[in-house]
């Protein structure tokens, strides 16, 4: 988009509804990324020249701009200016997709970094959520940081039983499907999984290893995933980067859902054999 269509697009109207200069403009900007008319990797006008075409301070530009990079929209370079930064993973809630399908289908690419693996008492949400003794060798924990197109993006701790994946124990899982393998090593996939997603904000090894400040925003999953016979075979926490990450599901009327077999999303849910 050309720089004065731009501005021409983001002109404010005088009457405000009760809404500041900034969280006007803000929401406009923001309005641009989400129709595609600013794309990912856009350089948005300097700060003087946005202020001097719209009529608006400088402060007011800049505020808008932090309002933006906190939601994720913009990234903000020293010395070299604003990009827009429309790369949010989207996932359904209404599907048990595993990540790795999520950032394929988004187009983007993944690698992964395993900081522990290896046998561990667990703690009693995980023995409950598994079934397993508190011994630690009753279980294995996994704690890998997933890298989508090079931005540290997700931490997540997965345990299961170590009747299960404890032969896995000393291979390398950095560049492997933890379920791909598990099927062919165990003959162990995947049927379901219930799922819960929250809001959270990253403590400091968890913001040290997602490159983020200390009490950064971000999504929480708990989940759990069953074999076809019901024995649950993983228990997983992940914490998401919320600038990374877009989840969305299908609402009903209760009256359609009542007559409809289909599940809601995030109630009933079917994993993909990859992860």
């Not at 379901?192 to 950064?216: F, M």
Request: hydrophobic share 40%; proline share 4%; with cysteine.
């Amino acid at each position: 988009m050309e720089e004065q269509e731009l501005f021409d697009r983001l002109r404010l109207a005088e009457d405000d509804g009760g809404l500041s200069l900034a969280v006007r403009l803000r929401d406009r900007i923001d309005q641009l990324i989400d129709a595609g008319l600013l794309a990912d990797g856009d350089r948005l006008p300097p700060e003087r020249r946005m202020a001097e075409a719209l009529s608006v301070s400088r402060p007011t530009v800049r505020q808008a701009l932090e309002g933006l990079e906190r939601r994720g929209s913009v990234l903000r370079r020293h010395g070299s200016g604003t990009y827009v930064t429309n790369a949010k993973i989207e996932g359904n809630l209404h599907v048990l997709s595993a990540l790795t399908d999520d950032v394929a289908q988004n187009r983007r690419t993944s690698r992964t970094k395993v900081l522990q693996f290896g046998f561990c008492a667990p703690d009693i949400t995980v023995q409950k959520a598994l079934g397993v003794e508190a011994d630690a060798l009753s279980a294995v924990r996994l704690i890998r940081v997933r890298v989508i197109d090079d931005v540290p993006s997700t931490y997540e701790i997965s345990w299961m039983p170590a009747a299960i994946a404890g032969h896995l124990v000393g291979r390398d899982l950095s560049d492997v499907s933890l379920f791909r393998l598990l099927a062919e090593t165990a003959d162990v996939r995947p049927d379901h999984g219930t799922e819960r997603l929250r809001a959270s904000t990253l403590a400091e090894d968890e913001a040290r290893e997602l490159e983020c400040p200390v009490g950064t925003a971000c999504f929480l999953v708990d989940r759990t995933t069953y074999a076809a016979d019901g024995v649950p075979i993983e228990y997983a926490t992940t914490l998401l980067r919320g600038d990374r990450f877009l989840y969305s599901t299908r609402l009903q009327a209760p009256a359609r859902a009542a007559r409809s077999d289909e599940p809601l999303g995030g109630f009933e849910t079917f994993a993909t054999d990859d992860r």
